[in-house]
């Protein structure tokens, strides 16, 4: 189950959000499930060793909602530094 959601406009997602995973035993026990070292995530970890109350975020997807008020057909025309599958840095 998750407690998340998505903003559609005109047939497509501008938007998505999510409430994320606050428990610090249980990203523990994720990250165990997918054979992750905690070693690397330990800053990330340490804001949610002592308690973190439940908290959620969400992105906008600015190059989409672009798209459509400008009529293009590609997110790439509406997106300043493009990142894809063959673009992965500006």
């Not at 047939?11 to 995973?21: D, H």
């Not at 992105?59 to 992965?88: H, N, Q, W, Y």
Request: glycine share 12%.
């Amino acid at each position: 189950m998750t407690l998340s959601f998505d903003l559609l406009w005109k047939g497509l997602e501008v938007t998505t959000g999510a409430q994320r995973e606050h428990r610090y035993e249980v990203l523990l026990k994720q990250a165990a499930e997918k054979g992750m070292s905690t070693e690397p995530l330990q800053d990330y970890l340490n804001a949610f060793r002592y308690g973190c109350p439940p908290h959620g975020g969400l992105g906008m997807g600015l190059g989409r909602v672009l798209m459509v008020m400008l009529g293009l057909d590609s997110i790439c025309e509406a997106t300043f530094l493009f990142r894809g599958p063959k673009r992965l840095t500006p």
